[in-house]
């Protein structure tokens, strides 16, 4: 049984994402938690998290408040979080990609939070987005309430252990979805248009700059349609590399049959981006007809 280490009273992203991290790594049933700023104890931890003002992996001490903490190449501080899944990220995503992903997704996020950092700028509404540390927030106690800090903070970690599998979970697919494309991608002659035997995300195929449809199965768990989906210019645009006629946008069934010549059309989107067909036959020839 190891004993992890970090501070009493209130919690931040930080604190709750790192235990958490330790939890995943080790078995939640194989730690225990303690919350205390009692020097005395802190030095009896086999991990110390985000307390005691030392970072030192051999010794398993994460704290970045001291002078000298680790700052990140991008100029982001490491906090608790970020500490932590330098060591053990890997380890609980049985995959450096994977890890890698994690941490430019949600860790540096996390840290910056922590650390004063703002990663964003507002638009005109000057409407700030609701932040996962308002999500850690939402478990301490109400003002007045009594409640116990540590009990909320295990709640918290509960949750963003849940969290952390899944983004886990998702990334390892991901990561997999992505060897396919590139495989595919490999192995097409005309690179202009992508076809995959299952579902994939037309997203991921941005980067190949070539690349202008997919054409997959739509949904196989429900309909036996294929869909041609158009690539994106990029990641921050919606703006399509080509897109389908305008007579078709937005028409469905026996009139988008009519229009466009494919007698098994079932719909195109009215932005003109995606296009369904009854068979992979008639996906294709609707991918032919993007421009």
């Given at each position: 049984m190891k004993t992890i280490v970090t501070h009493n009273g209130s919690f931040h992203s930080d604190d709750v994402f790192a235990v958490a991290t330790l939890q995943l790594a080790y078995g939640v049933d194989a730690v225990t938690v303690v919350r205390t700023r009692e020097e005395a104890i802190i030095a009896t931890g086999d991990i110390v998290v985000d307390v005691g003002g030392v970072y030192d992996v051999a010794k398993q001490r994460f704290d970045h408040h001291q002078n000298g903490a680790p700052v990140r190449e991008n100029g982001v501080s490491y906090a608790a979080f970020g500490l932590v899944w330098q060591t053990y990220g890997e380890q609980v995503c049985g995959s450096s990609v994977?890890?890698?992903?994690?941490?430019r997704q949600l860790v540096i996020a996390v840290d910056a939070g922590d650390t004063g950092l703002s990663l964003y700028t507002l638009h005109d509404q000057t409407k700030k987005p609701f932040?996962?540390?308002?999500?850690?927030?939402?478990?301490?106690?109400?003002?007045?309430?009594?409640?116990?800090?540590?009990?909320?903070?295990?709640?918290?970690?509960?949750?963003?252990?849940?969290?952390?599998?899944?983004?886990?979970?998702?990334?390892?697919?991901?990561?997999a979805m992505k060897q396919l494309i590139?495989?595919?991608?490999?192995?097409?002659?005309?690179?202009?248009?992508?076809?995959?035997?299952?579902?994939?995300?037309?997203?991921?195929?941005?980067?190949?700059?070539?690349?202008?449809?997919?054409?997959?199965?739509?949904?196989?768990?429900?309909?036996?349609?294929?869909?041609?989906?158009?690539?994106?210019?990029?990641?921050?645009?919606?703006?399509?590399?080509?897109?389908?006629?305008?007579s078709w946008r937005g028409l469905r069934g026996a009139e988008l049959a009519a229009v466009s010549g494919i007698?098994?059309?079932?719909?195109?989107?009215?932005?003109?981006?995606?296009?369904?067909?009854?068979?992979?036959?008639?996906?294709?020839l609707g991918a032919g007809m993007a421009g």
């Open positions: 994977v890890a890698a992903e994690i941490e932040e996962l540390y308002q999500v850690i927030n939402s478990f301490s106690p109400e003002w007045g309430s009594g409640k116990s800090k540590d009990d909320a903070f295990l709640q918290a970690v509960s949750f963003a252990r849940d969290l952390l599998t899944r983004m886990i979970t998702a990334k390892t697919a991901e990561v590139a495989d595919t991608y490999a192995l097409t002659p005309h690179k202009q248009c992508l076809e995959f035997a299952i579902p994939v995300s037309g997203i991921a195929c941005i980067e190949y700059p070539d690349v202008e449809v997919v054409v997959m199965p739509d949904d196989p768990a429900v309909n036996t349609n294929w869909t041609a989906t158009t690539v994106r210019k990029g990641y921050d645009s919606f703006e399509a590399r080509v897109i389908f006629p305008e007698a098994d059309a079932v719909f195109c989107h009215k932005a003109g981006f995606i296009f369904v067909a009854g068979s992979r036959e008639g996906a294709m």
